[in-house]
């Protein structure tokens, strides 16, 4: 599945975006919180969210690049995020933080930046709905794609079977083959959907022709 990352839409139309891309075959949306702390950058946070949420029935999987995703919490569900995402690396010890979304009735999901091994959520994959993992240092659109991060896909997979597993950064027709073929099941998309012709479902459709080589 590809989901695009709305980071690089047009947000003073986000209504019209958010149709563009379902009449394109889209299912669901990424979204990416920014605080400014634990990334070099600032998005926008639960109350943009929350005004969204009645504009489309796309379901908002929410990555939260926070230090203290934990204080915030409640204000993204409230604001009907349905997959909740958090870092790893701003909280070592997630378990609490889990469970408070999986309670809520959310899917809970861990990311973990391009440098950080596998062993660091090992423990906590049970508790898991899904992964995130991040094949650029988070916080920018337009980066180039990390290679070496497909060797976590890869150790992931082996090591369960059926967690869906995201990527996301650098996302192209053939790193999209890649990551498939190292066992990813969804790609998150920026800039290689909200390209300049505006033409979605044709971006689209070439990043799931990329999906697809890398299952053949
Ligand atoms: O989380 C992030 C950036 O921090 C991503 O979701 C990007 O927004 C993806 O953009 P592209 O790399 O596909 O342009």
């Known amino acids: ?32 919180v920014m605080d400014g702390h634990f990334v070099p950058n600032l998005s926008y946070g639960a109350p943009v969210i929350k005004d969204w949420r009645p504009r489309t029935d796309f379901p908002f999987d929410t990555h939260l690049m926070m230090s203290d995703p934990g204080r915030y919490l409640d204000d993204f569900i409230r604001a009907g995020c349905d997959v909740i995402i958090f870092h790893i690396e701003a909280v070592p010890e997630p378990v609490p933080l889990l469970r408070r979304i ?4 959310c899917h809970a999901a861990l990311a973990l930046n391009p440098p950080t091994p596998v062993s660091a959520i090992e423990p906590f994959l049970d508790e898991l709905d899904a992964v995130l993992v991040m094949s650029v240092m988070p916080g920018f659109g337009g980066q180039a794609f990390e290679p070496s991060v497909l060797e ?14 995201s990527i ?11 990551a498939v073929a190292a066992g ?15 033409n979605y479902a044709a971006a689209l459709a070439e990043l799931v022709q990329g999906a697809r080589r890398g299952i053949e």
């Open 1 to 32: 599945m590809v989901t695009p990352s709305l980071l690089n839409c047009d947000f003073a139309r986000i209504a019209d975006e958010l149709e563009a891309l379902k009449q394109a075959g889209t299912i669901a949306v990424h979204l990416d």
């Open 102 to 105: 999986r309670a809520a009735g």
């Open 152 to 165: 976590k896909v890869r150790t992931l997979r082996a090591a369960r079977p059926e967690l869906p597993i």
């Open 168 to 178: 996301d950064g650098g996302i192209n027709p053939t790193t999209a083959a890649e």
């Open 184 to 198: 990813a099941t969804q790609l998150v998309a920026g800039s290689a959907v909200f390209r300049n012709d505006g």
